[in-house]
């Protein structure tokens, strides 16, 4: 059992760790990019209006968000354990993601923040060649991430849920290191 939220800038590697980690554990890897971009591919209403901000590098409205999101923690496999990579990424979400699961009565284990410096970051997504991954797309990604999301290192740290992990390592090294952190509770 284990209920963990993964937070870092794009590119810092938390799809790659939270797939393998969600795999190893059998319980779901909620990546709400990854439910945004099928969204876009089968030309939902959600992914219709979901479309321009995600080409644009912003972030889609939280409203949009936030009902997935519940409907998804709901649905039956996530009550044994979740992995949220990308998910929150504003203080109104991990507000919203506080009332929930006390809702539902669940807890997050920890909150996993991917370090990886801006360089390196750039480097990665630009040889990861997603549509969303032109340079432009790219910096103006980092530069919302640092304005809207990376508040929510200081908002989880001050509730003692934080975990740091140095993600400029190779996959396996981040890999290990992870499981070392997360071992008193997965
Ligand atoms: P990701 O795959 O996590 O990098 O997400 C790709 C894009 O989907 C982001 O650049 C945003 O446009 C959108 N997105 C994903 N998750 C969220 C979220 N929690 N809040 C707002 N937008 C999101």
Not at 6 to 33: C, E, N, R, V
Not at 39 to 56: N, P
Not at 154 to 182: A, C, H, P, W
Request: glycine content about 6%; overall charge negative.
């Amino acid at each position: 059992m284990a209920r963990l939220i993964f937070l870092g800038p794009p590119g810092a590697g938390k799809g790659t760790q939270a797939q393998s980690l969600a795999q190893a554990h059998h319980i779901p890897h909620i990546s709400t990019g990854d439910i945004l971009r099928n969204a876009v591919t089968q030309q939902t209403e959600l992914g219709k209006k979901a479309q321009s901000y995600m080409d644009r590098g912003e972030l889609v409205p939280d409203q949009l968000i936030l009902d997935l999101v519940e409907e998804r923690l709901n649905q039956s496999d996530a009550a044994s354990g979740w992995i949220l990579d990308g998910f929150p990424r504003t203080i109104t979400q991990a507000t919203f993601l506080d009332q929930l699961l006390s809702q539902i009565h669940q807890n997050c284990d920890y909150v996993v923040n991917f370090e990886v410096p801006d360089e390196i970051l750039v480097a990665r997504l630009l040889g990861r060649g997603r549509k969303d991954d032109t340079e432009e797309v790219i910096r103006h990604r980092l530069e919302v991430y640092r304005q809207q999301t990376a508040p929510l290192i200081d908002f989880y740290r001050e509730r003692q849920q934080l975990v740091s992990i140095d993600g400029d390592q190779t996959i396996d090294q981040v890999n290990q290191k992870l499981g070392q952190i997360l071992r008193p509770k997965v």
